[in-house]
């Protein structure tokens, strides 16, 4: 018999609308070891690196956040992966729908999975709106709360005159939080983390 070694890699497809930028926001634990080399790179159905388009990766504390601009993506046989130090940790297909000019498009989603089978991750997609033309829509509003002061009930004045569902909260060593919200006017809302003083930002939109 012979002896082997296998990767464990979770897979996460995405599914892309073409002209819509993704913006994907991943939140490690905090007692998360971070790599000292994170890399997320496209490649072709052959395998080779996508050449047209390449995500740009920024890392923040536990937050790893990717970006991608989709206008020069294939439709279809693109894979994804995310590594770290060298070994992937998280890949899967890319699936990119044409653009359309009949309709406005809306991205927002969120999942939890689990990398190397252990580790738990949080993956958001943040919110974009494209009008009819495929142009981000400039009136889209969003708020970023800067919280100085550890506390455990955040009181936010947003101003954006509406009763916003997607907030992210991370603290200053940018792990992600869980809350309970109190909307106190159209315009501003309490955040509330149990007993667990802290400081960092609310983003809102």
């Not at 009136?139 to 954006?160: C, E, F, G, I």
Request: with cysteine; hydrophobic share 40%; glycine share 6%.
């Amino acid at each position: 018999m012979k002896n082997a070694i296998r990767q464990n890699v979770t897979t996460l497809d995405l599914v892309l609308f073409r002209g819509n930028p993704m913006h994907l926001v991943l939140s490690l634990p905090a007692d998360f070891v971070m790599p000292g080399l994170v890399r997320w790179r496209l490649y072709e159905p052959g395998g080779d690196q996508l050449a047209s388009v390449q995500p740009t990766l920024t890392i923040q504390g536990k937050t790893i956040e990717l970006r991608l601009e989709t206008n020069g993506l294939p439709e279809r046989g693109c894979t994804h992966a995310l590594t770290f130090d060298n070994r992937t940790v998280l890949a899967g297909p890319v699936f990119v729908n044409r653009q359309t000019v009949s309709s406005p498009a809306v991205s927002s989603d969120q999942v939890k999975i689990t990398i190397d089978e252990i580790t738990p991750v949080n993956v958001q997609l943040i919110s974009t709106i494209l009008d009819p033309t495929g142009a981000i829509v400039n009136q889209v509003r969003s708020y970023v709360h800067n919280q100085l002061t550890p506390a455990a009930s955040w009181v936010v004045q947003h101003d954006l005159n509406s009763y916003p569902g997607g907030i992210t909260v991370l603290d200053s060593a940018g792990s992600r939080w869980e809350y309970e919200i109190e909307y106190l006017t159209p315009n501003s809302l309490r955040l509330s983390f149990g007993t667990i003083s802290f400081s960092g930002k609310a983003y809102i939109s």
